[in-house]
């Protein structure tokens, strides 16, 4: 079994515990759908590739499940802003990543600490948290960060030649997107909660699309912090006073 299939399974076993719950709230997903794409991507790495033309062809559980799931949190981003910060964020870690890996060699054998694979992952989570920000942004850009590295990889062959063939999240990319959609998704509630609360809570002008687009716990831990908030303000305001 892969790293990538190793985290899956912990991951799995999270959500069925209910340790995951903030984290699920926070993308929209209820716990049954999670485990639903996580047993998808489990099963589907061990089926046979999908070919698209005579030598590409892609991996279920490491292209098509990806894809709908981003889609997916793509469609319940809150707002347009966010929507459009995602496709931005995928972008630019695609290219962060396929420059790197244009520096440094792909093959194990030149790296005797690290797979460059899981270097890349890492590379990709925190270039996609950084770029994205939100949680559902963070995790777009990290795991689609590293699909479209293989669809630029393909498009560069055709414009210079070159022949072999291609598994589009297969092989070792299926561990890469599994590691840096997790640890984007991780770094942007560690970092970004910790951001939140020293900021004072989250800002209070936000776009009523995106209110929309929080679930009722979320929304209520947002109103109570900033209902927390402006008392503190008017406590201050007082005393001043």
């Not at 966010?82 to 931005?88: F, G, M, S, T, Y």
Request: proline share 3%; glycine share 12%.
């Amino acid at each position: 079994m892969t790293i990538g299939m190793i985290v899956l399974v912990v991951v799995a076993v999270l959500v069925y515990l209910g340790a995951a719950q903030r984290v699920l709230d926070r993308l929209r997903l209820s716990d049954r759908a999670a485990l639903l794409f996580l047993g998808a991507m489990v099963v589907g790495g061990f089926l046979p590739d999908i070919p698209i033309t005579d030598n590409v062809s892609i991996n279920i559980g490491g292209g098509i499940i990806p894809i709908v799931l981003a889609v997916y949190l793509f469609i319940k981003a809150g707002s347009t802003k966010e929507k459009v910060r995602a496709v931005l964020a995928a972008l630019v870690t695609g290219g962060v990543v396929y420059a790197a890996m244009k520096i440094m060699p792909s093959e194990p054998t030149y790296n005797y600490f690290l797979d460059p694979m899981y270097l890349f992952a890492i590379i990709a989570a925190v270039v996609g948290y950084l770029a994205g920000r939100s949680r559902r942004s963070a995790f777009i850009a990290g795991s689609m960060g590293i699909l479209l590295t293989d669809i630029f990889s393909r498009i560069e062959i055709a414009i210079y030649g070159g022949s072999g063939g291609m598994s589009i999240g297969g092989a070792g990319v299926f561990d890469a997107i599994v590691i840096s959609g997790i640890l984007a998704l991780l770094l942007a509630e560690i970092f970004g909660e910790s951001r939140e609360r020293i900021q004072g809570g989250p800002s209070q002008d936000r776009p009523d699309s995106l209110k929309k687009g929080l679930s009722d716990v979320e929304l209520s831990e947002e109103l109570d912090r900033e209902e927390m908030q402006k008392n503190e303000e008017e406590e201050e305001y007082k005393h001043e006073e």
